[in-house]
């Protein structure tokens, strides 16, 4: 009767030889974003005089000015509390965004956020 129960440690588990098939390696081709990286505090609200990293060439930017969060939510809150002052925000340059473009190759240069 002893001989039909299972023992563990009479089995010998066979060494690993490695012989399975080789890993699989994935690369992913690599992507480079290009930055725009702003030095010194020469953006501002207006057109500024900068080397332009794309062309090369002393420019003076070309500036569009787009509405962003902050412009959104005073008009919002304009419009909560007094409605007809509800589109200022929109007419005012100081609660947009100055996003800055090179006049000869229209690169990105950088923004201006107040």
């Not at 699989?24 to 505090?41: D, R, S």
């Not at 062309?55 to 902050?70: A, F, M, Y």
């Not at 965004?97 to 006049?103: F, K, L």
Request: hydrophobic letters at 30%.
């Amino acid at each position: 009767m002893a001989s039909n129960i299972y023992d563990p440690k009479n089995e010998t588990v066979p060494p690993y030889t490695g012989g399975g098939p080789p890993p699989v390696v994935i690369t992913q081709p690599t992507v480079a974003y290009q930055v725009p990286v702003i030095v010194g505090g020469q953006m501002g609200p207006k057109p500024a005089p900068i080397t332009c990293r794309s062309c090369n060439q002393q420019i003076v930017t070309r500036v569009e000015l787009k509405s962003s969060t902050k412009t959104h939510l005073f008009a919002l809150l304009l419009c909560c509390v007094f409605f007809p002052c509800a589109c200022l925000p929109y007419c005012i340059d100081s609660c947009h965004n100055a996003d800055h473009y090179c006049p000869n190759c229209n690169a990105y240069i950088g923004s201006y956020t107040n």
